[in-house]
């Protein structure tokens, strides 16, 4: 798949577990980083085909104006061109987005929108350091289905500080009565260099039991399947067919570009990232420095087990024929004894054709993908 992701690493606000690269009060910059992501556009690799998917992620892009938006969408339609069925996705935050906005945005080619909206209680909001409120939020959701999102995803978040099993149940059952084709549920998890890593160190942050999330995650299970999403994905449910295209070539391991400060690509079993800071991104894709920070050449072996990692994400998990065409290994051979101990323990199925988390392994998905790495 010919895949493409741009990066906006501006914010309203930081959240306090957000570890993402992302700056706020970056305002002055915005139509310079513009231009600069325009160039790189401009001057990336060819490709053999259009592109298949486009997701525009941050940060928050719609801290962007619309022009800015409909600019760089439209460098990647000079540059690549889109397949007549390409998935045009963009993030959003309720606060950064309204009727007009989203209008515009649906019109200039964006078919898919993800809106962030974590919880539809306020105090919950305040505690995460979300700058919207929960009227907000549905708000947001109603006008991006009158602006003609069909395609419309919400991003919830569960494990807060303070939260309840009751008040997840009102967060959920609020946000699905809205219609969304797609939800990730995603639980909180603490990141270093973050407010809240520094709040857990220091004992100033409660975070809930690991009981009461194992709760909260077979309600998002149960709710979501009663509302007609299927659960694809460790934090991700939809209707058939609304499945994240690009993010599934995430989890199937496959070649993408990415454009824009700190953004990842991966092509020709070489991952490379970009610099970082939205300004020393600018100066270097003006003055033609180098814009690339890492590089790494996966072996093949490396390369093998992270699709098996990230193909165990995935409900429909990993066909093992498949493996073995892309890579001409054997699955027994490169996991041994650790393979058997792992369905021994009860957290994967494995068949003899395909290799799948059990429920267990998914609640444990971490420590199972640790041992497989």
Known sequence: ??????????CRKKCSYCSFNSYADFDSLHPRYRRALSTEISTGPELEGPLETIFVGGGTPTVLNFEDLAALLGACREKYGFDADAEVSIEANPESVDYQILSVLRGEGFNRLSIGIQSLHD??????GRVHDGAMAKKAVIEAGRAGFKNLSIDLMYGLPGQSAKSWHETLQGALELGPRHLSAYQLSIEEDTP???????????????DLVVEMDKITRKLSAHAGLQQ???SNFAQPGYECRHNLNYWRNGEYMGYGAGAVSFVGGVRDKRVADPLDYCQAVEQGGELIVEK?????????????VMGLRLNSGISESRLERRYGLDLREV???????LVDRGLILY??????LTETGRRFANQVMAELV
């Open 196 to 210: 809240f890593h520094r709040m857990v160190e220091e004992g100033d942050l409660l975070m809930p039991a690991e």
């Open 123 to 128: 105090n919950e909001l305040n505690t995460v």
């Open 351 to 356: 068949d003899g054709v395909h290799l799948v």
């Open 232 to 234: 694809y994905e460790i």
């Open 335 to 341: 996991y041994g004894a650790s393979l058997d101990d």
């Open 296 to 308: 790494e050449a996966l072996s093949t072996i490396d390369s093998y087990k992270e699709t098996v």
């Open 1 to 10: 798949m010919n895949c493409l992701y741009l990066h906006i690493p501006f």
